[in-house]
């Protein structure tokens, strides 16, 4: 063997022994600085899986307090994570580009013409007119004192003579649809409001604001109703969702019911599936015993027996809870069993609402709530995905099956929304086989593999879309609704009255309804309260969304 250092010397046995010792010492050092990387390697690991542990621990107890002061302040608590960015991020681009369209200036309804006359010298040619339109806002307050001639009749009665027509009580409807819209749409408080009007020159008291916001509203009322029920009887699907509230500084829930080309809200104390049925009654005390009630019933766990004896009731119509209460009883039914007797009146709510022609083949899209899964129901694709913002990964290796499984999850969601835009036959098969290889996974992570199996168990409400391609694949449209009667609630808190709750909710959904409809909420107000002139009238928002649907 020859030395490092070049070819020629070899090296003597003794030079051999030290080399070999020398070579044996590194490497046993070599392999000592091994296990102490190792270990510490371990230890550092062990300490980020303790420190992931300590973190989800962390967010769990700020977000308990973050409840807790909720609860406190009589607010409902916030979610623990973040909104899903599943249904922007998996939007179409569009192939180019296009030109960005010109903003020329809306055309208005000229209200006054002026003709500006200039000073020319003899001898100089018309050539015409150069248009300016301008445009200004005037509010002026008028007070007009009428003075009505009293007369003293040869009989002895007096006449007056009669107010002209539409003038009733100390202000007109023009106030009214300047509170309504600043109020409804505006989101102004009433003390604002107030100050409002006082500063352009109308003396008006903060109880007569309110007053006029929440009295005399029974059109708005009934056309609100006729709307649900176009809804209802039109469109093929609806989007529900509901929120927290306060009412008569009691704990309430509104719940927002709306389409493509109409949204209500209304709000009560309950939030069961019993008074989500209740609502989609719209106002009707009736019960019926059909075969929609009865198919109902045998969905759940009822017993034969007593489907057997509400059989022998099929086709009658119970106007009162009283009298329906009074006929199940006399059928032997136990109507004190609070489960049963919830369940039996869901089933006759519903049969009243199929009774009278509603829901006939609409598709309830919700966030998987209890309380909505009625009818042909269909869940939230985003409310789906994004329990996978819930999982707290404790090791890099369960964070990458988590990524793994959204990436698979988006790539899936973004195909069946270009399917739906062009519905073609014979993908729904190849979508059902992909469906179950991504919610089939098994990772090993055991909370992740938990959420798919029971995503895969709800396989049919995910994929109804492949059996009704025109509902919508999420409830942001609810969701988008509801913000703005959220964002009322921390303006003005809750209500006091039946008349301030119902106002609340029937003016912001005729405001959303409008929006969707394409009318201008202020023009909608004007026409109703017969402010509009001579424009053309609304006809009644109802039958907009039939005509359209």
Known sequence: MNSPGGPTKPLSSRALRELVTDLAGKIERLEQDLSQLWTHNHALQHEVEQLRFDNSTLRRDNQALKDEIARLKHLPPRPPFKASGMDKATQPQPAKPGRRPGRGAKRDRVTREVTIRAEVPAGSRFKGYKTVVHRDLVLVAEVVRYKRERWVMPEGQTLIAPLPAGITGGFGPGVRRFCLALHTQG?????????????????????????????????????????????????????????????????AVTTQIGGERFCVFRTSRSKSRLNFLSLLRSGCDEYVVNEAALDYLRRQLVEATVIARLTKLQGQVFRSDLEWLEQLARCSINIFDRPLLQTLNEAATWGALRHHGLMANTVVVSDDAGQFRVATHALCWVHAERHLQKLMPASPKQAQAVELVREAIWCFYRSLKLWKQSPSPGGERAFRWQFDRIFGLRTGYKELDDLLARLARRKTELLRVLERPEIPLHTNASENDLRAWVIKRKISGGTMSAD???????????????????LAFFTYLGDRLGLNGDRPRIPPLADLIIRVA
């Not at 109308?202 to 059109?219: G, N, P």
């Not at 959904?509 to 929006?515: E, M, N, P």
């Open 187 to 251: 989101q102004v408080t009433t003390e604002r409001l107030t100050d409002l009007l006082n500063g352009i020159g109308l003396a008006i008291s903060k109880r007569e604001v309110v007053r006029l916001l929440t009295t005399d509203l029974e059109l708005f009322e009934q056309e609100d109703r006729a709307i649900l029920q176009a809804g209802l009887t039109a469109s093929p699907y609806l989007t529900v969702d509901d929120t927290g509230a306060r009412h008569a500084r009691r704990a």
């Open 500 to 518: 301030g709750r119902m106002a609340r909710d029937v003016m912001l959904g005729l405001s959303k309804t409008c929006r969707k409809l394409g």
